[in-house]
């Protein structure tokens, strides 16, 4: 395995707009892009060492980025900084290796940000690509209505459940075709996510989106906490059977 730290991904090249690169033994593989949470307030790959060297292991090439975070930050450039971490990607992963295929996801925060590249084309197409273009996206305990910290940044209570255009659910329905998505959640996670991620589905199922491709799971635990079960462990598992498939 061999590990490069801190590439920066965007020509601004603020100090989070950085990468880390865990690439396996192997000159084929499956990518995937990882974004930490936090909140939008804090949180670093840094702190993902050991998951990203455990998916390498797994022959999963890993990708942990950082991106920008309140205060300095404001909506929507940290879902920004998400979009161009995964079209550096698509772009210059060819460096390193044979890619199979470009998974995206992330844990809270993250999965906010994955969830949001997921459903708003925009953020994509502004790189020339198309959630389509990714293989499958793995939502882990992301808010799916606007983020409580978008909202806080707005001046409004951040309990409100408000699904506008900052809001992951507000896109569902606008395109007729979505990539394979897990989304994962606890049994006790945060107040009103295990609900709002049971919303996501129903309203997936209410626009014709069925069968094995859109899946959520529901993990005895707590936030971004599972019982008797890791994150690597539920990612590489998802992606190796999604290879198959390929």
């Not at 210059?92 to 969830?115: D, E, H, P, R, W």
């Not at 799971?217 to 079960?229: L, P, S, W």
Request: charged share 20%; net charge negative.
């Amino acid at each position: 395995m061999k590990v490069i730290n801190n590439i920066a991904y965007c020509e601004e090249n603020h100090e989070r707009q950085k990468l880390d690169i865990y690439v396996p033994n192997a000159d084929t593989f499956p990518v995937f892009v990882f974004f930490h949470g936090g909140g939008i307030v804090n949180g670093s790959k840094d702190g993902f060492v050991q998951f990203g060297k455990t998916l390498a292991n797994q022959g999963i090439c890993t990708v942990c980025a950082n991106y920008r975070l309140y205060p300095s930050a404001s909506y929507p450039e940290f879902i920004l900084d998400a979009a161009s971490a995964v079209a550096w990607v698509k772009k210059n992963i060819s460096q390193y290796g044979k890619c199979t295929g470009i998974y995206v996801g992330g844990s809270s925060a993250g999965a906010y940000l994955s969830m949001m590249l997921a459903f708003d084309n925009k953020y994509l197409e502004a790189h020339k690509m198309s959630p389509m273009d990714i293989s499958g996206f793995i939502h882990d305990a992301g808010q799916p209505t606007a983020h409580f910290n978008v909202l806080k940044e707005r001046g409004i209570d951040s309990r409100r459940v408000i699904i506008d255009e900052s809001a992951p659910l507000f896109h569902i329905g606008t395109h007729e075709v979505l990539p394979p998505m897990l989304f994962l959640v606890a049994t006790d996670d945060m107040k009103n996510r295990l609900e709002q991620t049971h919303l996501v589905m129903s309203t997936l199922r209410h626009f014709g989106f069925e069968g094995d491709d859109w899946e959520e799971r529901v993990i005895e635990g707590t936030h971004v906490n599972y019982a008797n079960t890791n994150q690597a462990e539920i990612i590489a598992n998802y992606i190796q059977e999604r290879q198959k498939g390929l």
